[in-house]
């Protein structure tokens, strides 16, 4: 149990162009939902906060405007890059955690290349 | 703000060899410590969970110890294999419930 999706593995954009990542509970639902980012070697950033039905909360530093979270249900989550450019290219990873529950169970991750 | 610190960056050991990561945080009010390993270009496998109220979880060969006031956890592993060769990283969740992760080590479990 605790499988969380995400599509596409990989993806290759060209700059300027936006590119969606979908998240997935697959087996419960989420009621809130993470986003990191990972550049090669180090550890994972939190971007963003997002709970079902609910604007998302943006850590500082992050460009909420680029970055379009979206939560609309309890099994799905949706990040946007926008205007991609080459340093967005980074390894995009989600958690989810049921209501109440301390536990997040991560995505496989997604990683983006912006050429 | 929550600071995780991870030592050492990156280790190297022989096969069959017991060893012990280093994880540090700086505020000691968290909730739980979690273990985490991460084979290259792929995302987070869970290992062990400590809770605040608890010393230590034991999976297999690995051992995961949690001191809160000296804001310290050591991930054990007994035995070493080539197949543990992976990124281990601890994270700890504060009042908010967020994961604040270390920067990780790279350990090498050489056949």
């Known amino acids: 149990g605790a499988v969380v999706s995400q599509h596409p593995s990989r993806v290759i954009c060209k700059s300027g162009t936006s590119v969606k990542i979908e998240c997935r509970s697959l087996d419960f639902q989420a009621t809130t939902m993470f986003w990191y980012r990972q550049f090669p070697k180090q550890s994972l950033m939190l971007m963003a906060t997002?709970?079902?039905?609910?604007?998302?909360?943006?850590e500082q530093g992050v460009e909420k405007d680029k970055f379009l979270i979206n939560h609309a249900s309890l099994t799905l989550s949706t990040l946007t890059v926008t205007s991609a450019h080459p340093e967005d290219s980074s390894f995009y990873i989600c958690?989810?955690?049921?209501?109440?529950?301390?536990?997040?169970?991560f995505g496989p991750g997604t990683r983006l290349t912006v050429t | 703000k929550q600071e995780v610190t991870q030592i050492p960056a990156a280790l190297s050991v022989p096969e069959g060899e017991n060893l012990v990561l280093n994880c540090s945080f700086t505020d000691s009010a968290i909730y739980n410590l979690q273990w985490f390993r991460q084979d290259p270009g792929k995302g987070l496998t869970s290992l062990l969970l400590i809770q605040s109220s608890q010393r230590e979880q034991t999976s297999g060969r690995l051992n995961a110890s949690l001191d809160k006031s000296s804001g310290r956890s050591t991930l054990y592993i007994a035995a070493s294999q080539p197949g543990d060769s992976a990124t281990y990283l601890c994270a700890c969740s504060g009042s908010a419930r967020q994961l604040t992760f270390g920067s990780g080590t790279q350990l090498t479990v050489l056949p």
């Open positions: 997002s709970n079902e039905g609910s604007k998302a909360t943006y």
């Open positions: 958690s989810a955690r049921v209501l109440k529950g301390y536990e997040q169970y």
